[in-house]
């Protein structure tokens, strides 16, 4: 009777949130109508949250809203501006009502409930299929031989649900080659939203026709740089590939971003600012760079940057974040990012993976794996021997500029590997843990002093809300950062820590 009741309530709080953006789509001509949403959803996050939503943090908002040169809301509207209205509505339930609001509320709560980590995206593989060949492309080595059925996508999304997982995104292998039975999930779950990391080659105009009466999938699009140093690694014609499929989302109101591996050879291309506003202008408005892994048998370590060059990077997207910067593009960095998200969120604690085997790996990176789609449910998983030991042992390094407990300390996976007795998953060419961390032993040495240098040269706020484990939520000098001198990054005076909880 409960659960009816909660479907209930669901269905009439998602049904008043979609007249609110049905009105916003229809009557935003001026600053004050927009402003006018913004601060009606503000308000209803306020009594959504009750006593968890925190005062300050509301204030800031607000003072953000009503600031005409604010550039984060002056981007919003113009995403908002740019994409087909009905695909706008739907992003807007989504990502915005069912996964930022209901589903971050459910996935608290479900942390205390089953005392292991919850996700908020659960990241899987339609296929190991894939039409190009990159260098040193890590998913490469799963071969083209394992497929997840419709049935087998169907039970993450459903049990993912039931947790409060709302986002959903996709890799492979090359996912586009499953477009039939993405486009049959998305229009079954329509209330979630899907995001596929795509190499734009299957991209045409009959699938964006389909995907704006949808509305609930975007796509990152594998690109890295100028068309030399993308096809130096990705094949030639590849670069004429994502051009096409980015006049194609342009042309539909499709909103999407990119997907960038920043490696050696092309971090500077990639990190450009003239490369970061061509595809701005051609319609990009967010996008993920990931740090190259050497994961896989046929990996080519030689092409991880060096401590001078992801330096590099941290300069560069932190000031294209800045207010001193204009570009209308978002950048997110999967590794350099680690503050903002408290260190490593593999293992379920903000996201996990499952490969087209059916195996739960805590990272697309890491693969090794407890559990199976075929044997386990999504909750059986995230409470298996691997997962528990990641939920154990976040955030695994005090300095969250080296957060992955394999690329910056690969000691801490050979040890996690080997007391979960976890098994290797890759699916052509089975790599030991050893092996994997092998290629990383030396970057974590040369990359520890210079990550501290630039640690202790910043200031590191407290978040108000972390999903560690209760006793580091307790005890929050157990996440403090020290130095060699004794320093500390963050305050942990009794009165800032009790503003914080």
């Known amino acids: 009777m409960a659960n009816i009741a909660e479907s209930v309530s669901h269905a009439a709080e998602r049904k008043a949130v979609s007249l609110l953006i049905d009105q916003f789509l229809k009557h935003r001509e001026t600053a004050e109508d927009r402003n006018k949403f913004y601060l009606q959803i503000l308000d209803f996050a306020q009594t959504f949250y009750g006593k968890a939503a925190k005062k300050e943090t509301l204030e800031a908002i607000r003072a953000a809203i009503t600031d005409p040169d604010n550039r984060w809301f002056r981007f919003i509207n113009k995403v908002i501006d740019e994409a087909d209205p009905h695909y706008a509505k739907i992003t ?23 005392h292991c980590n919850i996700p908020w995206l659960i990241l899987f593989d339609p296929t190991t299929a894939c039409n190009m060949h990159c260098v040193g492309c890590w998913s490469g080595t799963y071969g083209p031989k394992h497929n997840l059925s419709y049935e087998d996508m169907d ?24 477009m039939k039975d993405i486009l049959r999930l998305a229009e079954k779950h329509n209330d979630c939203e899907f995001a596929l990391f795509s190499n734009s080659t299957l991209i045409t105009e009959e699938l964006c026709k389909k995907l704006v009466e949808l509305g609930n999938i975007t796509f990152l699009l594998s690109i ?36 960038i591996c920043y490696t050696r050879a092309n971090i500077e291309a990639v990190t450009d600012e003239k490369f970061l506003r061509f595809i701005a202008s051609k319609g990009a ?15 080519v370590p030689e092409l991880m940057p ?33 503050e903002f998200v408290g260190g490593c969120i593999a ?17 697309v990176f890491i693969h090794f794996s407890n559990a199976n789609i075929h044997s386990s449910s999504i909750l059986e ?4 021997p691997l997962f528990m030991a990641y ?75 972390e999903n560690f484990t209760k006793e580091k939520r307790e005890h929050p000098e157990l996440a403090a950062f020290e130095h060699a001198d004794g320093s500390r990054s963050i305050d942990l005076s009794p009165e800032y820590v009790e503003s914080q909880f």
């Not at 509320?105 to 479900?110: P, S």
């Not at 000031?319 to 680690?338: A, H, I």
């Open 92 to 114: 807007l339930l989504n990502l915005g009502y069912e996964a930022f609001f209901r589903g971050t509320k459910t996935i608290r709560a479900n942390r205390e409930k089953y």
């Open 155 to 178: 039970k993450i999304v459903t049990q993912g649900k039931e947790l409060g997982t709302y986002l959903y995104m996709m890799t492979g292998g090359e996912p586009t080659v499953r």
């Open 224 to 259: 890295e740089g100028t068309p030399d140093t993308n096809d130096a690694r990705r094949g030639i014609g590849h670069y004429d590939a994502v051009m096409n499929a980015m006049d194609l989302f342009r042309k539909y109101g499709i909103i999407f971003g990119t997907s």
């Open 285 to 299: 408005r967010y996008g993920f760079y990931f740090h190259f892994m050497p994961v896989g048998n046929n990996a």
């Open 306 to 338: 060096t401590p001078e060059q992801r330096r590099l990077i941290i300069d560069r997207l932190r000031y294209y974040r800045s207010k001193e910067c204009d570009l209308e593009f978002y950048p997110m960095d999967f590794q350099n990012d680690g």
């Open 347 to 363: 293992g379920g604690r903000n996201y996990f993976h499952i490969n087209a085997n059916g195996d739960a790996e805590p990272c």
């Open 381 to 384: 998983m995230l409470q298996s």
């Open 391 to 465: 939920h154990e042992g976040q955030p695994f390094n005090r300095n969250h500029l080296r957060p992955c407990p394999m690329l910056e300390n690969p000691e801490l996976l050979r040890e996690i590997v080997e007391t979960t007795g976890a098994q290797g998953t890759n699916l052509e060419s089975e790599e030991s843990v050893e092996h994997l961390c092998e290629k990383c032993d030396e970057y974590s040495k040369v990359w520890a002093p210079v990550a501290e240098e630039i640690w202790a040269g910043q200031t590191h706020k407290h978040p108000s809300y």
